[in-house]
């Protein structure tokens, strides 16, 4: 079983910036791809963006050219640099790791945007 470790959220007014941080028991370049999920009260789970094996980042519209997904592959640890922060990007935003066989959560790490 992996686990995902997040930190790295809080409070933060808007146009701030926040780097959550996902931290894997297993080496990263094991899984098929990662990302970082969102859900906000009220509303279903959502993919925020994700970095495949190979490094490919994708990212939902809303987030593109504010949201950067990276990697640390000794570290074992993917991150999500968050610019420009919005009060709608306000959510649990959770870590995830796949691969054909499996997928795994993180506990979740609140962001909240707010003056």
């Known amino acids: 079983q992996v686990q995902l470790v997040e930190s790295g959220g809080g409070l933060v007014q808007p146009g701030g910036s926040l780097r959550l941080t996902c931290t894997a028991s297993?080496?990263?370049?094991?899984?098929?791809?990662m990302g970082w999920y969102r859900q906000a009260p009220g509303k279903e789970r959502q993919l925020v963006g994700s970095?495949?094996?190979?490094?490919?980042?994708d990212y939902t519209d809303s987030v593109k050219d504010r949201f950067t997904i990276s990697r640390d592959i000794d570290k074992n640890t993917m991150y999500l640099q968050m610019n420009t922060l919005i009060p709608e990007d306000t959510a649990i935003y959770y870590c995830?790791?796949?691969?054909?066989?499996?997928?795994?959560w993180g506990q979740g790490t609140q962001v909240t945007v707010s003056s």
């Open positions: 995830s790791a796949w691969s054909r066989v499996f997928r795994s």
């Open positions: 297993e080496r990263i370049l094991s899984f098929s791809a």
């Open positions: 970095i495949s094996n190979s490094g490919f980042t």
